[in-house]
C-alpha cells in the first residue's frame, strides 16, 4: 500500500501536524484525514523505495496502554462514537508516541476496520486484550 507525507490543521486545536499515512490513493488519504478532525494542507505519495521506513508501527509504554485502554473503556460505555474517542484521547496524551499510536488505530477505524483487527495489526497489543 502507498504511503503518503501531509500536513494538516487539527480541526479541534488549529495545531499543525505532520506525518505519514498509508492509502491506497490520495483521495483516500484526504478522505482519512478529514474523518479524524484533520483538515489536509498538503499531500505527497512518498516513492516506493522508501516505503520500508514506514513500516515501523508506532507504539504505547504499558501505562499509557493502560490509561488508553480504560480511556477507551468509560467512553464506550457512555455511548460516544468510537473515532471520537479517539480524536478526543488523542488531544488528551503528552507523549508524542503514544499521539501517534491513537491517531495510527484512529486512521485505521475510519478505514473500516475493526478496533481488534486494528490491535492485530498494530502488534503491541498483548493478546488477552486483543481477544477480551
Known sequence: ?????????????????????????IKE??????????????IYQIPGFLAFIFNIKPHMKIPEMI???????????????????????????????????IQEIAIKISQGYSISQVFKEMKFFPPHVIAF
Do not use: W
Open 1 to 25: 500500500m502507498p504511503y503518503f507525507f501531509y500536513r494538516a490543521i487539527d480541526r479541534n486545536t488549529g495545531a499543525k501536524q505532520r506525518g505519514v499515512i498509508s492509502a491506497e490513493t
Open 29 to 42: 488519504a484526504f478522505e482519512v484525514l478529514r474523518n479524524i478532525n484533520l483538515i489536509p494542507e498538503n
Open 67 to 101: 490509561e488508553f485502554l480504560k480511556g477507551v473503556g468509560y467512553a464506550l460505555e457512555s455511548g460516544l462514537p468510537l473515532i471520537e474517542i479517539l480524536i478526543a484521547l488523542q488531544r488528551e496524551v503528552f507523549s508524542k508516541r503514544a499521539k501517534k499510536a
